[in-house]
């Protein structure tokens, strides 16, 4: 796991906001804070998450219906971490689609091993689909046709698009431009053209943009490009 898993802390009083964050970064996780429901909201459509620790008492929009929300996103783990201790309060948070109930005031060991153990359970039960291509942190889609690059979604044109699944669907094959260029364009190649030249570096530009830490396709001098490992 490590430093690719990315938590968001969702709770309005800083104190214990601080205290949960500096929890996550001890793990060596990735974490970001949100004071609000609105602004819980609005972290939720930039990146996808790993799992998300939730107050029910917000200003504003409350955590059940955050709550509400995270699961029409799809399976995301959600620890509730509140005052709130009444039997229905966890009942109904649990049927609405969270994943574990923390009651204040807690345990800080306590909280690290929920979260590791709610971890490790989607990690074994949510095996990612057929239809799912990864590399490194690069989530390509064939379904949907989109591109994650750590957590960011990355537009491509169709053609940047389908020489990153070619490379991604054999990541440690060499390929040539021919390769590239007849399975991508759909053409013969007759030899010294710069066009795969031109899509690769746009694509690796985008690729970078995202996450300008990572290098994600090598060129092999003399025989054409891959993935990087």
């Not at 949907?144 to 070619?166: F, P």
């Given at each position: 796991?490590?430093?690719?898993?990315?938590?968001?802390?969702?709770?309005?009083?800083?104190?214990?906001?601080?205290?949960?964050?500096?929890?996550?970064?001890?793990?060596?996780?990735?974490?970001?804070?949100?004071?609000?429901?609105?602004?819980?909201?609005?972290?939720?459509?930039?990146?996808?998450?790993?799992?998300?620790?939730?107050?029910?008492?917000?200003?504003?929009?409350?955590?059940?219906?955050?709550?509400?929300?995270?699961?029409?996103?799809?399976?995301?783990?959600?620890?509730?971490?509140?005052?709130?201790?009444?039997?229905?309060?966890?009942?109904?948070?649990?049927?609405?689609?969270?994943?574990?109930?923390?009651?204040?005031?807690?345990?800080?060991?306590?909280?690290?091993?929920?979260?590791?153990?709610?971890?490790?359970?989607?990690?074994?039960?949510?095996?990612?689909?057929?239809?799912?291509?990864?590399?490194?942190?690069?989530e390509l889609d064939?379904?949907?046709?989109?591109?994650?690059?750590?957590?960011?979604?990355?537009?491509?044109?169709?053609?940047?698009?389908?020489?990153?699944?070619?490379?991604?669907?054999?990541?440690?094959?060499?390929?040539?431009?021919?390769?590239?260029?007849?399975?991508v364009w759909n053409?013969?190649?007759?030899?010294?053209?710069?066009?795969?030249?031109?899509?690769?570096?746009?694509?690796?530009?985008?690729?970078?943009?995202?996450?300008?830490?990572?290098?994600?396709?090598?060129?092999?001098?003399?025989?054409?490009?891959?993935?990087?490992?």
């Open positions: 796991m490590g430093e690719s898993i990315r938590i968001l802390v969702v709770e309005d009083d800083e104190d214990i906001s601080a205290l949960l964050c500096k929890i996550v970064r001890k793990k060596s996780y990735n974490v970001q804070p949100a004071y609000s429901g609105t602004e819980a909201l609005l972290y939720l459509e930039k990146q996808k998450w790993d799992l998300i620790l939730l107050d029910l008492m917000l200003p504003g929009l409350d955590g059940e219906a955050v709550l509400k929300k995270i699961t029409e996103k799809g399976p995301i783990p959600v620890i509730i971490i509140s005052a709130k201790n009444e039997k229905e309060t966890k009942i109904e948070t649990l049927r609405t689609g969270a994943d574990d109930f923390i009651t204040k005031p807690f345990d800080v060991d306590e909280v690290a091993a929920r979260i590791d153990s709610l971890l490790r359970r989607y990690k074994q039960t949510h095996v990612p689909q057929k239809n799912v291509l990864t590399h490194k942190d690069i064939t379904e949907a046709k989109t591109v994650y690059v750590n957590g960011k979604e990355v537009a491509l044109t169709r053609r940047e698009y389908n020489i990153l699944k070619l490379l991604m669907s054999s990541p440690k094959k060499i390929f040539s431009k021919a390769n590239l260029f007849e399975s053409e013969p190649y007759f030899g010294d053209d710069n066009t795969v030249n031109v899509h690769v570096s746009n694509l690796r530009t985008k690729l970078a943009k995202a996450n300008p830490h990572e290098e994600y396709i090598e060129t092999i001098w003399g025989m054409g490009y891959r993935m990087k490992f």
